[in-house]
């Protein structure tokens, strides 16, 4: 209520809002439930929406159902997209045709191979994305650092498809080879430029930092193709590394140590995955066999298929 408002103008406001609510009450009655009142488009009505642009030549649908809900979203929103709609009758499946699942393969794996023989190392973490850029086998040119050079201006181009491909956002650290030549980083970093130009999602980029690092920002607008397709390990949680068998094995003989000193069974049974029971049938079988005449209990072995490396029980039997 304003300042100074009078007891009239209160009552009316009031009035006001119960016959909105009564209004609104007695639409709601009209629409019997249960009753959709609002649903979001497809998956295919938000690429036709969102990501076909001028340069896209066709757009090929391999389901008659869908192409013909796809042909009348467009004569509605997108009229201009028809005549790039086309009904897929071919005998192959369209990601075999394409070679899809190959490209998704490659866009989820951490190494991507330039034409000339270098390639990229793209590491993704909650707080940045880090891509460093190698020459592998790379060698011609006439001389290193032409090598190093001809590599960062086709890294450029591959960075940037790797990031609108990947969908990553946030910070972003590119590493590239190190070029001592001002003229070389300058021309770099313009193709780098002009790579990124292509992209619709908002992008800034700065010079090369003393350490010869170009960092940047993409705008984050939807999660990253990794995190759509892919999940946290349930052997490294997200570590991306595990334990080896003999660490596995001697983290067991140590608790094996701490068991016998609480309880007296007749037994102790290891249950663990193929390798580490390897492991303690050769290489680390003499120190079993003390740890067994240390504590006098026997000590038997059993593989379980379904353990991962770092997996293990310790059954008294």
Request: one cysteine or more.
């Amino acid at each position: 209520m304003a300042e100074g408002a009078s007891d009239t103008d209160l009552a009316s406001d009031i009035s006001y809002l119960r016959k909105t609510w009564e209004h609104l009450l007695e639409q709601s009655r009209k629409v019997p439930p249960p009753s959709l009142l609002y649903q979001d488009l497809s998956l295919s009505q938000r690429v036709l929406r969102d990501f076909v642009g001028e340069e896209t030549t066709s757009i090929q649908i391999d389901s008659r159902e869908n192409f013909l809900k796809l042909s009348e979203f467009a004569e509605s929103y997108t009229p201009s997209v028809i005549p790039k709609l086309m009904h897929y009758t071919g005998e192959r499946p369209l990601f075999d045709l394409h070679g899809i699942e190959t490209e998704i393969e490659k866009a989820l794996g951490k190494r991507v191979d330039l034409k000339s023989g270098g390639y990229l190392v793209i590491e993704q973490t909650e707080a940045m994305t880090t891509i460093d850029v190698n020459t592998g086998s790379y060698v011609n040119g006439r001389n290193f650092d032409d090598t190093i050079f001809k590599t960062n201006l086709e890294a450029a181009h591959a960075i940037a498809r790797q990031l609108r491909l990947r969908n990553l956002g946030g910070i972003i650290i590119l590493d590239f080879i190190d070029m001592e030549n001002l003229e070389h980083r300058a021309a770099v970093l313009a193709e780098l430029h002009k790579a990124l130009a292509r992209d619709r999602t908002k992008v800034t980029v700065s010079d090369f930092s003393a350490l010869g690092l170009v960092e940047m920002t993409r705008k984050r607008t939807r999660e990253s193709l990794a995190h759509i397709l892919c999940e946290i390990c349930p052997a490294c949680h997200g570590k991306g590394q595990v334990k080896t068998a003999r660490t596995i094995a001697y983290e067991i003989l140590r608790e094996l140590l701490r068991e016998a000193k609480q309880f007296n069974p007749r037994e102790f049974r290891i249950l663990a995955s193929q390798l580490v029971i390897d492991l303690f049938l050769e290489e680390e079988s003499q120190h079993l066999t003390m740890l067994g005449d240390f504590i006098g209990k026997p000590i038997s072995l059993q593989v379980e298929n379904g353990f991962h490396q770092e997996q293990y029980d310790i059954i008294l039997m």
